[in-house]
């Protein structure tokens, strides 16, 4: 008869301590840390101190500046929106075809995710040749009287196109993180499909979903090249804040470009905040 195995003794206060004190990255790797912190917020620290902010009200209160936060805003929730349509289905079939034709779901993630390492000006001109007055199918909304380039729509557009693949990989996460032994006790129960995508997996993963489509309109918001090269830089139609602060430094007008930088990091911090909010409140979930 072999003697019965010893159970794991609790660690002591000093073990304890010690265990808390190792966990975690090694020190020598904090200068390194540390610079990756300084290389990103140094340039931030020197933009907020070259703004002139008592002269704060006369820079975000232009004319132009109001026209081009307005269409900002518009056109990000919008395309925020399409992106959450398009792109929760989209997640759960990839999902689905992760488990069943691993090879399908890897092509269908290549060609998504193209996006987010095409240049900003392959991607104007590759939504040109689709969507422009003689793109494959710009071309027959032409003839419908619909034009999609050089116009509000254009700008929404391009910044689903920008802006999808942030919302998929980030629902994506989220769902990967739920184990597929919930979908299959919730079968063996008896619930269909979609009980269980409208019960079980989308409660599950909407604090991805949330954050995603949070990031998505972060995206969305800052879209410049394939802007500028698909729909233009039109006041009150397409010229959206990035383009206003690239109008500002290419005619001279630095109190311009000032004031649209201004606008753009002031919604910044409130999606930051709503990203914190955010993980905070599904941290209380769990």
Known sequence: MQPAAAAPHAPRS??????VRNFGAPRRLLVLALCAIFVVAAPLVGLLASIPWLRLPELVGNAQARSALQLSLVTSAFSTVICAFLGIPLVLWLRRWARNSPTLAGAVQLVVYAPLVLSPVVSGLALTFMWGRRGLLGQWLEGMGMSVAYSMLGVIVVQVFVSLPFFI?????ALHGISHDVEEAATLDGASRMQIVRFILLPLAFPGILTGMVLSFARALSEYGATLTFAGNIEGQTRTIPLLVSLGLSSGDLNQAL???ILLMGVYVLIAALIVGVRVTSGVRT
């Open 14 to 19: 000093g073990e304890r301590v010690r265990i």
């Open 169 to 173: 990989a980030m629902v994506a996460t």
């Open 259 to 261: 004031g649209a930088c």
